[in-house]
Nanobody, 116 residues
Framework: QKQLVESGGGLAQPGGSLRISCAASGFTFSSVSMSWVRQAPGKGLEWVSGINRDSSDIYYADSVKDRFTISRDNAKNTVSLQMNSLKPEDTALYYC???WGVGGRKGQGTQVIVSS
């Protein structure tokens, strides 16, 4: 059974940093692309960043470009998102998901709150 478990969220000040991670199990992690998506309070799902199976293709939403960095470790079945220069508008529940869109299987999410 495919399982995704996100962790590492929390409270950060504007301009601060957080690193969130996702542990995957139940499928061949190294064979699939992975994405991070987020859902801000009262809004729909927003795709944030994606990475292909060997990290040779990486993409970011314009809203996070040059601030966030996605990475993966196929030996550990994990995908991470380093978030720098955080803004209040980055406040959301963050999910990792299989593939490049927002509709794939997700975990329970990890909450990120950016506030002074």
């Amino acid at each position: 059974q495919k399982q995704l478990v996100e962790s590492g969220g929390g409270l950060a000040q504007p301009g601060g940093s957080l690193r969130i991670s996702c542990a995957a199990s139940g499928f061949t992690f190294s064979s699939v692309s992975m994405s991070w998506v987020r859902q801000a309070p009262g809004k729909g799902l927003e795709w944030v960043s994606g990475i292909n199976r060997d990290s040779s293709d990486i993409y970011y939403a314009d809203s996070v470009k040059d601030r966030f960095t996605i990475s993966r470790d196929n030996a550990k079945n994990t995908v991470s998102l380093q978030m720098n220069s955080l803004k209040p508008e980055d406040t959301a529940l963050y999910y990792c998901t299989l593939g490049w869109g927002v509709g794939g299987r997700k975990g329970q999410g990890t909450q990120v709150i950016v506030s002074s």
